[in-house]
């Protein structure tokens, strides 16, 4: 049995659909929907089970961090942050640490380099395990939640061990990590890697050749390559449409131009390629994570030694620091007026595009059923869309 | 799409029959991790109170509160921190951060209590199932957030300070000031411990922003003697000081010397208060201590036309004539005074009250009278042959060291007494190329003077004899004299009070010496104070008010002649004390 897929590219003008007319029926999901990865809502104009239009509405995760940020000191700031991209903390952690370390000149020891490697890789795996039962949730498949949310707890397990925390690790500090590796840590990694390898087998397996989700994802939300540029698009929902960027290799920042790795390129573009994508990338982290391990230095200091927290100022400049997330580039642009204080954080998660723009873009023409999937095929966390 | 994409799914059966991660709470258990950040834990007795917590603490979670049966005392603000779990969010930056490191956390998950208020505790005050968990978050060795070690202060090399007079201490440079400042957590709690509550988190701040001359004026608020204070303080300040509860503390004393001595005295004028207009008053000061001579200056700052008399030939008293130049050198201390006397404030030098200056001729001519004439007179050792030519007074050899005269101390020199000074007489006969053995009736810790200088005057190449009880003094046919004393032990003869030595029958040592110092205290020379003067006395020492005011009308009186502590800095505060009563006398408000 063949079916072929074409690929419908939406509009770029918003339709204006006369709703007084009786054809159309005007439906809300979210703000509370499994479906929308976190708290937004979309207005969906159908017309029959197909929607004609969508609007995107955020604003009911607003907690206003920037500005939160801009009362509180350097080192205050830094249990803040994490909190603005919930399901992926540590990438607001590092970025985070890592643009105070710049302005301030700060040379953060080696050890913690690699530290800051293992626990941004640990979180890609944790994340990527959560967005997968998302996915084959939103079109129906259940099973895959609770397999991937158990091998997720595994991980958050290593979390609270070598942390303190399961969700909110707090553990890359500016100057370095907080801590370092607890004894039998390392195997306690390896043997859960072990695990969630086996059981992304199962996933592969029951997931990707699963005629119902190649039927509903394949040719699913395609991403043309053009607009790879035009809608600041990054990531996997990038790589799956061929462009290879990656920060990890275009910026080579912490440990990981000493990594042996190839970014991970598709050709479709659409939602069964973007999965497919994501899983392999799953792959990828753990060989990431058992290289990582094998090149970590045993000993030597974890932190750097700062002024005081209470009264620490940053000299005045400005500066970006990005790192690739799951999502792709996530960054924070810091500007410092030389007090103890940020005088402005603004921070660069990708679902501001990918769930806004680009959400609304290819919602046009989608079956109504399929709206869940295709926006976690986008994989776009609200949190960080509303800073 | 082929077969495989239909019969593939069912693979998910094989795992139908696994065991679940979950945890069926509460037929099972998972405890936390060993550094899991659960609820907090405190040792109330390491606690001091300082609030670092608090100040780092993002959410406003904690909240400094007293605690029943805590009183504040030097050191301990009293206080305890009170975590409000509707705010904290677990980040564990107040145990990070926590100076004395007795803030940690449990490795509780879970804890479940209707009342909403119970959230809201004071750890280690409030009992808690978790209080005596093992597990939990601690800071990770190597890991603090706070600089333990104080910034070093350049000295000179031991065998190089005993050639020579010259200061030991070298000061901080910029750098380094800025560096200590930033130690500082501006907690306050040295501010109740220090006798004037100088603004010390103010003044350091002053430092750390390198603004000097706010620094400068926040010192004279209440201290006119900020070179001598940054130099020779018994710094109180620096043992209560909170980031001394898990290492060094804060070098307070170094800082304000640091600003004082940035700061030109041609530029003093324009930085501090200016004096109020002429009230017309006139108040008489004894004694141009540092008492005396802070009385002076907060009265001449209120308006009143203030004339000092000074038995001496130099004014500072102690701080002159009882301090060597190697601790405090003159220049520095001629900066303080000369900026005192720059505000109109005359100083009668070698005019000494007694016979032909009356006291109550003062009170005549004056409309009060501040006596501050401290402790000159030198105790006497009080064993036979106490009176020998070889026996000295250490007030006595410290002044001829510093009047320049020639000290004729000879080449082995005993010094009895543990205070500071028969430190610095021992330091002082060090300098005049003398050997030197200090002799105390306890041991080194019971010794009243500041383990500094003892530590100083032993690296200097002074022998310390413990334990040693003076018997006599006995003439010595080599010239000199022989020191006869007693060895000791120590006994504890009270439950709760320190031991006291009791001396070992027959272990009888003597020694011959050049000189012997006797270093064991002094007392009061009062002298030109009269019956008709209708001052109440007590013990030889004058009774007073808060404000130092005596029995008789318009007198006050303070300093060591008044206080306990006997220290430079006590006296400057009952001068500001007095200062502001005497104001107050004299219509005044007082400040």
Redesign the interface.
Known sequence: ???EKTHIIPPAERASPDLSSGKYLVMWQGPQHPGITGNMSLRLVAEGDTVVDCETHVGYLHRGFEKLMER??W??????VCRIAVPEPDFNEYCYAAAIEELAGIQIPEKAVWLRTLSLEMMRLASFLMWIGGQAGAFG?G?IIQ?SV?MR??VL?LF??????RI?H?YIIPGGV???V?KGFLRHVLEVLNVVEKNLD?IE??MF????F??RAEGLGYIPKEWIDQYGITGPNARAAGVARDLRKDWGYLAYPKLDFEIILGTKSDAYERSRLRLLEMYQCINLLRQIIDAMPKEG???E???????WKIPAGETYVAAECTRGEYGFYVVSDGSDKPRRVTVRGPSYTHAVSVMERLARGTNIADIAGLMVSLHTYPPEIER | ?DI???I??F??WK?AFEK??TVKKPIDQRP??????GFHKNDVEKCVGCG?CE????NKAIDLVPVAGREAKAGDSGLRPKIDYGRC?????CV??CPSGSLS?SNEYLWIDRDPDAFRYVPGVDKKPWDEAKLG?AR?E??R???GKRVEMAELPHAEAIKSFLELVRGYSREQAEKEA?????CGVCVASCPVHMDIPGYI?AV?DGDLTTGLRLLYETNPFPEACGRVCTHLCEEACSIGSGGDPVAIRWLKRYIADQVELSNYGQILPRAEPSTGKKVAVIGAGPGGLSAAYYLALLGHKVTVFEKDEAAGGMLRYGIPEYRLPYPALDKDIGYIESLGVEIKRGAAVGPGLSLASLRRDFDAVYISTGLPLAYGLEIPGDSHPSVLDGVAVLAAATRGEALGLGAKVAVIGGGNVAMDAARTALRNGASVDILYRRREEDMPADPQEIAEAKAEGARLIEKAIPLEVKDAEEGGARFVWNEARMVQKEEGKRPVPETIPGAIREERYDSIIAAIGQGPELSFVTEEDGIAMKRFKPQVSREGKTSAGKVFAGGDLVNDRKDAISAIADGHRAAQGIDRLLGGKGA
């Open positions: 049995m063949k079916r509180r000191l080192m205050q700031n830094f249990p803040l498949h099973t397999w158990t707890d595994y397990d609270e061990e070598l942390t303190g925390g909110y707090m907080r801590s370092d607890p199962d397996l029951v050749h699963n005629a119902i190649k039927l200091s974890f932190k030694k700062l002024p005081n927290p209470l009264h | 799409m495989k994409d239909f593939a799914p693979a998910v795992r679940p991660f936390g991790a060993p550094r899991y950040r670092t100040a780092i603490c993002m969010c677990w980040c564990a930056l990070d951060i956390m978050y990770a190597g890991y957030l706070l600089e930033d130690r500082c957590v501006s701040k750390r």
